[in-house]
Each structure stands twice: as C-alpha cells, then as structure tokens.
C-alpha cells in the first residue's frame, strides 16, 4: 500500500528537478509522467486522524452499513461509549475518513487504508 502523500510526491518531484538543473541535466517528459502518475496513486495530505477504536468500527461497518446509519447509531444506540461519544463529537472527521476510506490512527500514526471491495 503507498502511504506517500501528495505533497511528499511533489516535492520528490521539485527535488529531482533542482538536482537535475544542478547537474546541467534536465528532468524530461518521461519522468513527469511519472510523478503525475505518482501524484495520482499519492493519498490525500492532512488525512483524519481517528482513534483506532473509532477505526475499528469504521471498518467494520463501511461495507455492511451507511454512514448516515452509523451516526444514527452512534447518536440513538441503545449503549452510549466513549467510542460513539468520539464520533457524535466529530462527526466531519469520520465522515472524511468514511469518504476516505483512509486515515491515520491517533494513537500510533499508522495510516489505514480500507481495502476495495471485490
């Protein structure tokens, strides 16, 4: 899985082309084909952060249920947690991360991507 963002991308790119320029080269179509092509496959910068129980239920629930679902039960279940506490209170993070279907836990930075279905 790439976890390069985009902005990591484009400057690997501005990178290569000042190294480029410095050595009296230059950087040609070919290779920016590829940093688009990079660019393109890059995840989005300032991905959500969400606690990894938060992310948990978000991938359990992303090809079983709807999002509005899902909040509807965070806010009306019949056990209120901490964890549905977390995604009533930020409701635009974890639809971001649903959209998404990528984000970064909080607590170890990893980032989760959640696999296309098949």
């Given amino acids: ?37 990079e660019y393109d496959n890059a995840l989005p910068d300032n991905l959500p952060v969400i606690p990894q129980t938060v992310g948990e239920i978000l991938r359990s629930a992303h090809g079983q249920d709807n999002l509005l679902g899902v909040l509807e039960t965070a806010k009306y279940g019949y056990k209120v947690s901490e964890t549905l506490a977390w995604i009533i209170a930020n409701q635009n993070t974890f639809a971001r991360a649903w959209l998404l279907g990528v984000w970064s836990v909080e607590e170890t930075g990893e980032i989760v991507k959640l696999e296309a279905e098949k």
């Fill in 1 to 37: 899985m790439m976890t390069e963002t985009k902005r990591e991308v484009l400057v690997d790119a501005v990178d290569a082309l000042a190294d480029a320029q410095a050595s009296g080269g230059n950087v040609g179509h070919q290779d920016a084909n590829l940093f688009m092509a």
